[in-house]
């Protein structure tokens, strides 16, 4: 096992701390889901607490570090620093409607040389609350689920393979292409799951639990951690014209090296990207 560093410990305690109010707030949603009002403000609320908490701890461990929030927006460090990028909450519709499947996500970027913009992705934690699990990586030094070391699965046809991926909805996403790729994929694989939260997607398939995975229209809070647990996991992660970038967000293909060119090409050959 390789040894936990400081930095994991500290992106771990946070989300650990906003982990155990999420939980605690989750066992109120089905009490909400009779109300006339509905359960939508009591999970915005409990969003942004948990973002808080996140920020208040890694803030105190990390002064002059920037961040990357999805409630709170960017919120920039001092020069020459990383930044975290933060989901307090992924999969906040599995939340609102009391399913059991989401997850905080914290990943560690840092700036690019030269000094513009944003480089690589170094430090990652995703942490499943209801199943207390923590998935996390950092550069060079592998993939873990807690102590245990994460391998991508070694599956190399379609027809063994098991698939995740996101749907458009309201106002996201694009259905038609969607559909394409779903046409293309889908008949040659052993299945396709939809669960609702990309980064836990990601942190499966570098679990070997799911073998790829395909999604656009997400961004850089849903993916930077999951990108690089599947990297460190011995997985790829592009974009959907096969370019590796270190938060691939707008458009994800990730999967292990045998499956990554084959669904390449089926998502080319379906949307002529």
């Known amino acids: 096992m390789a040894a936990i560093s400081g930095l994991i410990r500290v992106m771990e305690k946070a989300a650990r701390k906003a ?78 409607h009391g399913i059991p499947h989401f997850a905080i996500s914290i990943a560690v970027q840092e700036p690019a040389a030269g000094g513009k913009g944003w480089g690589e992705v170094t430090a ?13 990586a950092e550069k060079s030094r592998g993939a873990w689920l807690h102590d ?51 980064s836990l997607d990601l942190a499966w398939v570098a679990a070997g639990r799911f073998d790829g995975f395909w999604e656009s229209d997400l961004a850089p809070w849903d993916t930077a951690a999951g990108c690089l647990l599947v990297r460190e996991a011995g997985g790829f992660v592009t974009d959907y014209r096969g370019r590796s970038q270190p938060v691939c967000d707008r458009q994800v293909l990730a999967a292990n090296d045998g499956l990554h060119s084959k669904l390449h090409k089926a998502i080319a050959g379906a949307i002529r990207v």
């Open 124 to 136: 990652a934690v995703i942490y499943q609350p209801i199943t207390d699990e923590t998935f996390w």
């Open 19 to 96: 982990g155990g109010k999420l939980r605690r707030d989750f066992g109120e949603v089905e009490h909400l889901q009779v109300s006339r009002k509905g359960p939508s403000d009591f999970v915005s609320k409990a969003d942004r607490i948990a973002e808080r908490t996140i920020w208040d701890e890694l803030k105190v461990a990390r002064p002059g570090w920037g961040f990357l929030m999805e409630e709170g927006g960017e919120i920039a460090g001092d020069e020459g620093q990383p930044r975290f990028i933060v989901d307090p909450l992924d999969g906040t519709s599995n939340f609102l």
């Open 148 to 198: 245990g070391r994460l391998r991508v699965s070694s599956r190399g046809r379609m027809s063994d393979a098991l698939i995740a991926t996101g749907i458009p909805y309201g106002g996201h996403g694009d259905f038609a292409e969607w559909g394409k790729v779903l046409s293309a994929i889908g008949p040659q694989v052993a299945g396709i799951r939809r669960f609702g939260a990309a």
